[in-house]
Nanobody, 115 residues
């Protein structure tokens, strides 16, 4: 089964602009939605942003206007550009891909925002 690998996380200052990248270990056929979720300690995993294979996007209210999701279908890659980061954005960010009824998840990348 293909694996998803996230990169781009780390320790950033408030107001920073990191970009997360998620790629697949091998090509996945029939990818539909791609997205990012996050989970902070003691909280449930929540949707951050999702993008359809036609480019339609949806964002959590908490990140609208600050984060931008994009994808490169030929590379099976999804990105999350994060701007104006806040300490409350500190979480583990997980990549998500849905393909032909199967869900794929990355292991997550930690993003820690210092004030």
């Amino acid at each position: 089964q293909a694996q998803l690998v996230e990169s781009g996380g780390g320790l950033v200052q408030a107001g920073g602009t990191p970009k997360l990248t998620c790629t697949t270990s091998r090509s996945i056929f029939g990818i539909g939605n791609m997205g990012w979720y996050r989970q902070a300690p003691g909280k449930q995993r929540e949707l951050v942003a999702i993008i359809s294979n036609s480019g339609i996007t949806n964002y959590a209210d908490s990140v609208k206007g600050r984060f931008t999701i994009s994808r490169e279908n030929a590379k099976n890659t999804v990105y999350l550009q994060m701007n104006s980061l806040k300490p409350e954005d500190t979480s583990v960010y997980f990549c998500y891909i849905r393909s032909l009824g199967s869900d794929y998840w990355g292991r997550g990348t930690q993003v820690t925002v210092s004030s």
